[in-house]
């Protein structure tokens, strides 16, 4: 089966940064896009970047210009770099795989991670 692991949440002070990343794993013959979604205490989940297998990027206004989202070497990997963050930032952020294609299917499927914690707070 296919899995997502994220790694790199923390504890952080307001202004600091952190790098989150994820890993895909599995017989994985190709992704069209992976992004990162996060979830704050009470709020619905939201987007706050996405990649596309070709480099495209998109992302929420409110991160624009602090955040950048990149692929890895490895076409199965995809990392997220926070800088400038605020009290707001916080939240569990989540890895998403859109349009997994593995062996024995005639299509793609979506996939997420388990979540990593992220808290801005002095």
């Known amino acids: 089966q296919v899995q997502l692991v994220e790694s790199g949440g923390g504890l952080v002070q307001p202004g600091g940064s952190l790098r989150l990343s994820c890993a895909a794993s599995?017989?994985?013959?190709?992704?069209?896009?992976m992004g990162w979604y996060r979830q704050a205490p009470g709020k619905q989940r939201e987007l706050v970047a996405v990649i596309t297998s070709g480099g495209s990027t998109n992302y929420a206004d409110s991160v624009k210009g602090r955040f950048t989202i990149s692929r890895g070497n490895a076409k199965n990997t995809v990392y997220l770099q926070m800088n400038s963050l605020k009290p707001e930032d916080t939240g569990v952020y989540y890895c998403n795989a859109e349009g997994v294609v593995i062996p024995g299917k005639l299509w793609g499927s979506n996939y997420w991670g388990q979540g990593t914690q992220v808290t801005v707070s002095s």
């Open positions: 599995g017989s994985i013959q190709s992704i069209n896009g």
